[in-house]
């Protein structure tokens, strides 16, 4: 099983501020398969990126995925007030899907 | 648009049974792979199990093998899992959820609202 270990657990920032969350695979993940989710609470999970660095319909511009192998990150460019929330990375390849421990965004 | 509705959870003693139930449309039902995930109460994302569009091929997490059953309905555009043996850490808000196509190399592109499921006595 790939585990996916995402950091940090809990991010503190002001609306305009960038983010940048991370995670970590056990082993290589294949690009194609790496996707992320924002939940909020007392709602279902929302796909953002896919492939990696593909937005989902309807993202806005300021979320972009990237990253390769072991390594992939988010980022939001300059928060919005309904960016606070729990975000997830994903694995969806052959070896089985898992996903990460989660990131919480918190208001600074 | 696309909307899952899930229902069957509830308060189940340990050892027992529940069928959760997921209702699709807005979409091509017999056209998309379909899974569950859960959630424990104030913890992440698991996920559960998954059926091709087919319905021919099904997986499950170690977790969950040999106790949870998965199914479609693809005349009735309904999705099912069957829980059997529960133990009180299947506690859990489960999800229904679509693949973003046939296969279940895709993300999870919808989501359900989630069914509860308490496991105590």
């Known amino acids: 099983e790939i585990v996916l270990t995402q950091s940090p657990g809990t991010l503190s920032l002001s609306p305009g501020e960038r983010a940048t969350l991370s995670c970590r695979a056990s082993?290589?993940?294949?690009?194609?398969?790496l996707a992320w989710y924002q939940q909020k609470p007392g709602q279902a999970p929302r796909l953002l990126i896919y492939?990696?660095?593909s937005r989902a319909t309807g993202i806005p511009d300021r979320f972009s995925g990237s990253g390769s192998g072991t390594d992939f990150s988010l980022t939001i460019s300059r928060l919005e007030p309904e960016d606070f929330a729990v975000y997830y990375c994903?694995?969806?390849?052959?070896?089985?899907?898992?996903f990460g421990g989660g990131t919480e965004v918190e208001i600074k | 648009e696309v909307q899952l509705l899930e229902s069957g959870g509830g308060l189940v003693q340990p050892g027992g049974s529940l069928r959760l139930s997921c209702a699709a449309s807005?979409?091509?039902?017999?056209?998309?792979?379909m899974g569950w995930v859960r959630q424990a109460p104030g913890k992440g994302l698991e996920w559960v199990s998954a059926?091709?569009?087919?319905?021919?091929?099904?997986y499950y997490a170690d977790s969950v093998k040999g106790r949870f059953s998965i199914s479609r309905d693809k005349s009735k555009d309904m999705l099912y899992l069957q829980l059997n043996s529960l133990r009180a850490d299947d506690t859990a808000v489960f999800f229904c959820?679509?693949?973003?196509?046939?296969?279940?190399?895709?993300?999870?592109?919808?989501w359900g609202q989630g069914t509860p499921v308490t496991v105590s006595s």
């Open positions: 492939g990696a660095s």
């Open positions: 807005g979409f091509t039902f017999s056209n998309s792979a």
């Open positions: 959820a679509t693949f973003q196509g046939a296969s279940t190399l895709e993300p999870f592109a919808y």
């Open positions: 082993q290589s993940v294949s690009s194609t398969y």
């Open positions: 994903q694995q969806y390849g052959p070896a089985g899907l898992t």
């Open positions: 059926i091709s569009a087919s319905g021919g091929s099904t």
